[in-house]
């Protein structure tokens, strides 16, 4: 079973550039996960997909980042414009069903590391 | 919102220690408790999770504990080996959807 995908795996940018993370979940997978890890912290949630819905985006500053899901597969998190504060790994993870409560496992990306220079 | 909290913040041990990895949380009110592993550059891998209406499960080496009562979760790793060497985090629901991850420890097992 093919793991989460994510690209790009790296990217440098100068603070006030856009930038796009990329991210196919495990095939069959309804629920698609961003989250933020800063350096020396755990992740934190951003946004939480179900099929192409939003079910959580409480902690997603909404006037510089956005993120959709189209067709219920793939999704796309941009940053616009960046600031210094936002260089952190940038991690993806599905779950089958997620739900509430959620019960399950979440699988993880290998994430995309963004610096902000 | 749940804190998770985890301690030590780094443990260095050599090979074939058993060790234990605490977790604790406030809102005693979980739905499950999950550990992760994560090695350099990469994601996560989920170890373990624990529902709230159990209190321990168990895969290979590892068992982890769950103590809503108390708030701790524990994550026993037995005969510790040198691939073990990663930052393990433990991550609580109570609000139904997001997890809510601790810092992590930082483990270093040496040959």
């Known amino acids: 079973e093919a793991g989460v995908a994510q690209s790009p795996r790296y990217k440098i940018i100068e603070k006030r550039q856009s930038v796009a993370f990329w991210c196919n979940p495990i095939?069959?997978?309804?629920?698609l996960y961003w989250y933020q890890q800063i350096l020396g912290q755990g992740p934190k949630l951003l946004i939480q997909f179900q099929n192409n819905g939003v079910v959580d985006d409480s902690q997603l500053p909404k006037d510089r980042f956005s993120a959709e899901r189209l067709k219920g597969v793939d999704s796309t998190l941009k940053i616009q414009p960046a600031k210094l504060e936002d260089s952190a790994v940038y991690l993806c993870?599905?779950?089958?069903?997620?739900?509430?409560?959620?019960?399950?496992?979440?699988?993880f990306g290998p994430g995309t590391r963004l610096l902000v220079l | 919102k749940q804190e998770v909290t985890q301690i030590p913040a780094a443990l260095s041990v050599p090979e074939g220690e058993n060790l234990v990895l605490n977790c604790s949380f406030t809102?005693?009110?979980?739905?499950?408790l999950q550990w992760f592993r994560q090695d350099p550059g990469k994601g996560l891998t989920s170890l373990l999770l624990i529902q709230s209406s159990q209190r321990e499960q168990t895969s290979g080496r590892l068992n982890a504990s769950l103590d809503k009562s108390s708030g701790r979760s524990t994550l026993y790793i037995a005969a510790s080996q040198p691939g073990d060497s990663a930052t393990y985090l433990c991550?609580?629901?109570?609000?139904?959807?997001?997890?809510?991850f601790g810092k992590g420890t930082s483990l270093l097992v040496t040959p």
């Open positions: 991550a609580g629901t109570n609000s139904g959807y997001a997890l809510n």
């Open positions: 993870a599905s779950s089958l069903r997620g739900g509430y409560p959620l019960l399950e496992t979440q699988y």
């Open positions: 095939s069959g997978h309804a629920t």
């Open positions: 809102d005693s009110a979980i739905y499950n």
